[in-house]
């Protein structure tokens, strides 16, 4: 098979993987959400400072509240991407052992872009530790598929 084709079809299913993923992420578990609309009426040309001084002191304290579980939610999210993503590196690493080699590079790289994908959501969540996790986990797996997919090459040569 054409190289360049090979490479078409495991990024295909590299891509199809970290969808499938980050939809099921989202339907399974639902981000948290904004209400604003008790704020959207409101007449600041009748209302007196001290109303607006509590409308805005309410305002505020509803965005924090929201931001800190938007942190906690794409904390969480962290969590199940890190072992998703180790998963499908090794489903692909074993792939590619089976001779199974577009798949397994397709699973491999899927599981690469959810690493990536957790350094996101755990930039998001403002979480340093859990940041440098998925960085580290990120450089992991980059090392080991291009280890096996090259000593699985150089084998091959021989």
Do not use: W
């Amino acid at each position: 098979m054409n190289a360049f084709i090979r490479l078409l079809y495991s990024l295909l299913i590299a891509a199809a993987v970290v969808s499938f993923v980050g939809v099921a992420m989202y339907s399974a578990y639902v981000p948290p959400k904004r209400d604003y609309a008790s704020y959207d009426h409101f007449d600041y040309s009748k209302a007196s400072d001290a109303e607006i001084q509590q409308r805005d002191d309410r305002l505020r304290k509803d965005s924090d509240n929201y931001q800190q579980r938007e942190r906690t939610y794409q904390r969480n999210v962290t969590y199940a991407l890190v072992p998703l993503a180790i998963g499908f590196v090794l489903a692909g690493i074993t792939m590619l052992r089976k001779k199974s080699e577009v798949i397994g590079e397709g699973l491999a790289l899927g599981g690469v872009m959810i690493a990536v994908y957790s350094i996101f959501t755990a930039s998001v969540s403002n979480n340093r530790l859990l940041r440098l996790a998925a960085v580290t986990l990120l450089l992991g797996c980059a090392i080991a598929v291009a280890q096996q997919r090259f000593s699985t090459k150089a084998t091959k040569a021989k």
